[in-house]
């Protein structure tokens, strides 16, 4: 797997260094899409036969499990024309 030079985590701007063991997981959506999906690394959404990446696809970069859960609830914040659970009577 190929680190980037610098990764920060798009949530705590933590920086990765190879020697802390963070792991990376990425999101590839497009802004406003319909569909959020994790993975441990880039190359997961990338061609198999070139390696490029998908153009229209968007990234973060997030250090670990606590920024995944600021990632996804925020997704779900972006579609909140869904119903809404809420706590008032
Ligand atoms: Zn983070």
């Given at each position: 797997m190929i680190i980037p030079e610098r990764v920060q985590c798009d949530i705590c701007k933590a920086t990765k260094e190879e020697s802390n063991g963070w792991t990376v997981t990425l999101e590839s959506v497009k802004?406003?899409?319909a569909h959020l999906t994790f993975a441990e690394s880039r190359e997961v959404f990338?061609?198999?036969?070139?390696g490029e990446l998908p153009g229209d696809a968007f990234f973060s970069d997030l250090c670990g499990q606590e920024c995944a859960h600021t990632q996804l609830s925020r997704w779900f914040e972006s579609h909140s024309s869904a119903p809404t659970a809420t706590l008032e009577s």
């Open positions: 802004p406003g899409s990338s061609d198999p036969s070139t």
